[in-house]
């Protein structure tokens, strides 16, 4: 079975410090990969997707950065955080294709990661 | 961007009731989706009804799409205190699109 990882689950950062996030898939592959971020209370803004290896398209180009240096694995980053950046982060994970009605489009969600910036 | 939003943003209610949220969208779908989130964690697909569907069915989960109206409709019956939890609908960005966008979700709370 599929499973998706995230880490870490909470986190606490000084602004202008660095952000690296992970997010890895097990059980599947050739996944499409997608960052979202969630503010208290609101939907989800999708930050980044791909699909595929080294393939990244930016859904908000501010001060962060997405990168997919292997087929299962989604690394979302910052170089400097700012308040605004503080939030859910939600990673998640869909088929390519499937003849199967209940996974078409459907989207398998990780845990989250709390971002706390102070 | 395409974007589904939900009805009513917060619904309180008992133990038994049903509850019903609704979700409408601007333009032409193949497919909707719905999902849960409990607090803190992360969204689980609840059910997806294609744009030839008009009703669906899972266990306690009622979804209706009326595409005339663009609009869906999540029926949860006999609602238990676990139903408690945030849902959303989520709709392809355009036609055919496998990137979903989501509504502001609805906020459910089923008092014991």
């Known amino acids: 079975s599929q499973t998706i990882h995230q880490w870490p689950a909470t986190l606490v950062q000084p602004v202008g410090s660095p952000l690296s996030l992970e997010c890895t898939v097990e059980g599947t592959s050739n996944p499409n990969l997608y960052w979202y971020r969630q503010a208290a209370g609101r939907g989800l803004q999708l930050l980044f997707y791909s699909v595929g290896i080294g393939q990244i398209s930016s859904e908000v180009p501010q001060n962060l950065s997405a990168s997919r240096p292997q087929d299962r694995q989604f690394i979302l980053s910052s170089k400097k955080l700012l308040l605004s950046d503080s939030g859910f982060y939600l990673c998640?994970?869909?088929?390519?294709?499937?003849?199967?009605?209940?996974?078409?489009?459907?989207?398998?969600f990780g845990p989250g990661t709390r971002l706390t910036v102070l | 961007s395409q974007q589904g939003e939900e009805d009513p943003q917060a619904l309180s209610i008992q133990e038994g009731e049903n509850a019903t949220m609704n979700c409408s969208y601007k333009t032409s779908i193949n497919n909707l989706q719905w999902y849960r989130q409990n607090s803190g964690r992360g969204l689980v697909h609840l059910i997806l009804?294609?744009?030839?569907?008009r009703e669906k069915h899972s266990g306690r989960l009622r979804v209706t799409l009326d595409t005339s109206k663009k609009s869906s409709s999540l029926l949860i019956t006999a609602s238990r205190a676990a139903d408690t939890a945030s849902y959303f609908c989520?709709?392809?960005?355009?036609?055919?699109?496998?990137?979903?966008?989501f509504g502001r979700g609805t906020s459910l709370i089923v008092h014991p």
């Open positions: 009804i294609r744009s030839n569907e």
């Open positions: 998640a994970w869909s088929g390519r294709t499937s003849g199967r009605a209940g996974s078409y489009n459907e989207q398998f």
């Open positions: 989520a709709t392809p960005r355009s036609g055919g699109s496998y990137i979903p966008t």
